[in-house]
């Protein structure tokens, strides 16, 4: 079978011509389906756009250095407004009916899931390439990165600590281990704080863990404490935690036992609480905050793969997420690019995220000779992507202007294909070439306008389009179109527009004339008749009248010529014309030309009388 | 999600052509029920046909619009040797109700002896010129030289290709750098004469065309051809389907403009995919022209790439025979990486026919092949949007 296609702006039409017919031809048209919380995730687009624009216009002659804290900043916008973008999609997830397509509720959840990944990874991207934090509070941001993603905690802790008895709370135990498995010292201290008021006997048991948690140090950065320092008081404190585990000081409750292999670093045991961690990430930073906490970026990678395999096992492939989590951990940054490409088939978070790394330099300095094509490319898809909605398309625009490549070329292609629905949709996407001097889409815009206005008969319209587009040869064709309407019907239309054409008018000969045309019947509704007069003669003279209208101009002079203020001067001038006029044309109806003689002859003889008369 | 949604043509006979308007407004199909229809497509989406009349008097090969700065106009070219021009022309208030319009013949170009295979309309910073090709291997330009006038066409040139001719493409630069060319693809079967694609450009010296390339490598009969959006590089880019899918890459070699030879061609290979495994019929560029989409005989639209390396690989698949594709690997896991995977989602989707008997639910496919993760997300869908965009 034949299969015959066809692109569309947004669809794609598909035909089965099959070489022997079976049934009713058909064609499929193919399009996403835009229902699915798009005018919530359209917000994402449309707050990102504002961020990406202010990013690009950082100046470039700032050092590096004082700008990393703008591009963090910059970058903790873009994660809350995808932060804000999730709650509204879980908000929204939650509204559905009954009645709501099984997929379209999948969509949104789906969405949620997928912005949440993204969120984490960007985050870590955050920590690891834009903060570039080093040791000490490389460890301290890991930790803040992971305690914002397990947020169940929060709610679980909030549970327990309001029920009536939170020590007897099932949960309540798992509590206080996710707490210290995330480094929250002093909420697990409060949370215990419940167990050992009510057990007098075991409290000094309680009391042991409860120092053992509030001297755990935590390095300062901002503190004038070294991190030579900080790492021998940590020593000190650990082996203090081993002492206590050595003593079996905790042996007489298994949970207390269970916290003090953690904070003694036991793999074996944080590796235990896979249920709360829930993912091997979380059971990095565990491990990496009780057993080396100092730890410097470049040795990551080699706990962050081990920590995967020790959670993962054996039998359980990593998942797209994990890959690009890892290369994270590695500092391959174009990895991380190129597996989001591919994993998330997602242009919206790779080239936000490309462009940001972009600015920071940073894919520069991880060797990426194709640095800056890199971000070009990922931005120009995502601009494209988004020129075929009704009105996303102007977001777009942006994003092609700050790509230095092809950005303009792009543009160029993609906004004369904007279905120009109404006048005001045009004026719009005119404005835009105009403001960047493309003037071959300009005229061509104007010149489709133009032909349209035409088609329906609105010569006023098309006029207007065709002085936009500077086309002399069309206005000129509508000007006769005019023109010819006027010896029709005998009057014209678009008063408004033809009287103020102003300079416009000398676009083309016979758009001035026309304009001039006009004006002469104003003069002469005016009753400015020597005015009028002196016009009409200047439009014979200056040969710009078409000579076929010659005879309707000294008809419309008829009148004139009554008037007492036309001069000798101009009479003779006219009736030369109307000499011309009539050898040129022998078929002139013979009334006419009687009339226009009689006319002629009448007024000359009043002229030289008044002269006569008018003392010189 | 991706919906597909299958019209009724309505045509007595199997469809030939399917063409959009320059803004994807409106379309044209052609048949042999020696018809064509225009549709249109309404503020809410739903295409509706706003004529239909009869053409030829044999099946209607191909159908094209002119550029909207010329007004409403179309082209056809049929079996029965003509090729004719078309202008819509605003009907009467009642007609306009009732949402249907006329179109009336402008001119029928009568000089073809055999079937006319193809007509394009070339650039439009060429003015308005009609080119058709015909079986018997002539190929033929014309010009009208008041756009006001469309009943006014004069036969400017005409080339004998020496082969049959199946289709034919210019080049859309409008660069000053390059003159006017135009590749033209045979389906002749006849193996003396290698090359099926010749490429043939405007000298204005001698103000002819002449041929400046043949594609040697091209041995199989051409079923489409088509050059890509230029972008303002120096060089062109062809695509053409024949038993396979080929890009050729065009590397113009210096020339004295005052010569009157056709400029030289460094020819490359920039990519060739077998993977319809059949003839392949259709190939079409997207404005920006980074994307390639091609359908062959077995019954799929794949979709072809270049990324950031200029390295083409396939990156979607549309199958139009309704069966599914069977192992569709990976599974959609949770957020969080290792969570338990959720039931695989498959870029199932599903259409109903807008008329005919019952309600038949057919499958369309869109299967990502980058998919061994088995991601899906709004976000893919929306890429893949980015895909079918221009």
């Known amino acids: 079978m034949h299969l015959g296609f066809e692109w569309g702006p947004g669809d794609l039409l598909v035909y089965e011509t099959n070489y022997k017919l079976q049934g009713s031809p058909l064609v499929h048209v193919v399009r996403k389906d835009e229902d699915i919380c798009s005018p919530i995730l359209r917000k994402l687009f449309n707050e990102s756009h504002l961020i990406f624009v202010g990013l690009q216009k950082i100046k470039e002659d700032v050092p590096s250095k004082n700008k990393k804290s703008q591009f963090v900043s910059i970058s903790k916008n873009y994660r ?140 300062n950065p901002t503190g004038t404490q070294t991190l030579t320092e900080f790492d021998v008081k940590w020593r000190h404190w650990h082996e203090e935690c081993d002492r206590c585990l050595q003593d079996n000081t905790f042996a007489s409750n298994r949970h207390l036992e269970t916290i003090v292999k953690i904070l003694v670093g036991d793999e074996d045991t944080i590796l235990e609480q896979k249920e709360l961690l829930s993912t091997w990430y979380h059971f990095l930073v565990t491990r990496l905050l009780f057993t080396h906490p100092t730890i410097k970026p470049p040795d990551l990678h080699y706990y962050a793969q081990s920590s995967m395999n020790m959670f993962l096992g054996p039998r359980a492939p990593p998942e797209p997420l994990d890959i690009i989590l890892l290369s994270a951990f590695e500092f391959d940054l174009h990895q991380v690019i190129k597996d989001c490409s591919i994993a998330l088939n997602n242009w919206w978070f790779v080239a936000h995220l490309t462009d940001l790394l972009d600015h920071c330099k940073l894919l520069q300095s991880h060797n990426l000779h194709f640095g800056s094509n890199l971000r070009e490319f990922l931005v120009l898809e995502y601009a494209s992507g988004l020129f075929t909605h009704h009105s996303l398309w102007q977001l777009a625009v942006d994003y092609f202007d700050h790509c230095p490549e092809f950005g303009r070329v792009y543009l160029e292609l993609q906004i004369e294909r904007i279905p120009l629905d109404t006048e005001r949709k045009a004026i719009k996407v005119l404005r835009i070439c105009e403001d960047r001097q493309m003037s071959e889409q300009v005229r061509s815009i104007c010149k489709i306008m133009a032909k349209r206005a035409l088609r329906n008969n609105r010569l006023g319209s098309a006029l207007s389009w065709s002085i936009r587009a500077k086309d002399a040869a069309f206005a000129t064709l509508i000007s006769e179109r005019f023109l010819q309407d006027y010896c029709n019907k005998g009057s014209f239309t678009d008063l408004d527009l033809l009287d103020n054409l102003g300079p416009a008018m000398l676009l083309s000969d016979r758009l001035t004339f026309l304009g001039k045309y006009r004006e002469f019947h104003r003069l002469y509704g005016e009753n400015r008749f020597s005015e009028a007069a002196k016009l009409l003669l200047s439009l014979m003279t200056a040969k710009i009248a078409p000579r076929g209208l010659w005879m309707t ?52 003889a009043m002229a030289i009388v008044k002269e006569g008369t008018i003392e010189t | ?66 550029h909207p700065e010329f007004g409403q106009v179309l082209a056809s070219c049929s079996f029965d040797r003509t090729a004719i021009v078309w202008e819509e022309i605003v009907g009467e208030s009642n007609d306009k109700q009732r949402g249907q319009s006329h179109w009336i013949k402008r001119t029928t170009l009568v000089d073809s002896r055999t079937s006319v295979t193809d007509v394009k309309f ?41 082969l049959s001719c199946s289709c034919i493409s210019w080049n859309p630069s ?57 972008l303002g590089r120096s060089f062109h880019v062809l695509a053409i389907a024949t038993k396979d899918v080929r890009i050729f890459k065009l590397v113009p070699l210096q020339k004295d403009s005052s010569s009157s030879a056709p400029t030289k061609f460094e020819v490359q290979v920039l990519a060739q995919f077998d993977s319809h495994n059949s003839q392949v019929w259709r190939v079409s560029w997207n404005i920006t022209s980074t994307l390639l989409a091609s359908s062959g005989d077995d019954g799929c639209v794949r979709l072809w790439k270049a990324n950031y390396m200029d ?80």
């Open chain 1, 553 to 604: 101009l000294l008809t419309d002079a008829l009148p004139l010529l009554e008037q007492k203020e036309v001069k000798t001067r101009t009479t003779h001038a006219l009736h030369s014309h109307f000499t011309v006029v009539k050898k040129l044309d022998e078929d002139i109806e013979s009334t006419k030309t009687e009339l226009l003689r009689l006319a002629l002859a009448r007024n000359l």
């Open chain 2, 311 to 390: 390295n083409w690989k396939c990156t979607g698949i549309l199958k139009g025979d309704g069966s599914q594709v069977s192992g569709q690997p990976g599974a959609l896991s949770g957020v969080l990486g290792s969570a338990t995977a959720q039931s695989a989602l498959n870029g199932l989707i599903e259409y109903k026919h807008l008329t005919g008997p019952g309600r038949k639910k057919k499958k369309l496919e869109i299967l990502p092949l980058q998919s061994n993760y088995g991601w899906r997300s709004y976000f893919e869908v929306v890429t893949l949007k980015h895909f079918l965009y221009f």
């Open chain 2, 174 to 230: 409008s660069s000053r750098a390059h003159a006017p060319m135009i590749a033209v693809g045979s389906d002749d079967s006849n193996v003396t004469y290698g090359g099926k694609v010749q490429i043939y450009e405007y000298n204005e010296v001698t103000r002819k065309y002449a041929k400046a390339e043949t594609l040697m490598t091209v041995a199989d009969a051409v079923h489409d051809i088509a050059f890509a959006p230029n």
């Open chain 2, 1 to 66: 999600m991706f919906v597909a949604r299958s019209i009724a043509a309505d045509h007595k006979d199997l469809i030939h052509d399917v063409s959009y308007d320059f803004h994807g407004r409106r379309m044209a199909t052609c048949s042999s029920d020696q018809s064509i229809k225009v549709w249109d497509k309404g503020g809410n989406g739903e295409w509706t046909c706003t004529a239909s009349w009869k053409t030829h008097s044999g099946s209607v090969w191909r159908v094209t619009w002119a």
């Open chain 2, 122 to 162: 070339a650039p439009k910073h060429m003015g308005l010129m009609l080119t058709t090709c015909s079986a018997d291997g002539v190929v033929r330009i014309y010009e009208a030289p008041d756009v006001m006038n469309l009943s006014q066409w004069s036969l400017q040139h005409e080339i004998s290709s020496k």
């Open chain 1, 80 to 219: 809350s407004v995808i932060r804000a973008c999730m709650e509204e999609l879980q908000q929204n997830a939650g509204k559905h009916s009954p009645d709501t397509h099984r997929t379209r509720r999948g969509g949104c959840s789906r969405s949620v899931s997928i912005l949440l990944a993204i969120e984490l990874i960007w985050n870590l991207c955050e920590v690891l390439f834009i903060d570039a934090a080093p040791a000490g509070s490389l460890l301290l941001h890991l930790l803040d990165w992971v305690r914002l993603h397990k947020s169940d905690v929060d709610a679980r802790a909030r549970e327990v600590l309001q029920s009536e008895s939170p020590a007897q709370h099932q949960s309540y135990w798992d509590v206080v281990i996710s707490l210290v498995l995330q480094g929250r010292m002093d909420e697990a201290r409060q949370v215990l704080s419940k167990q050992a008021s009510l057990r007098a006997e075991s409290s000094s048991v309680f009391k042991r863990m409860d120092v053992l948690l509030q001297t755990m140090p935590i390095f």
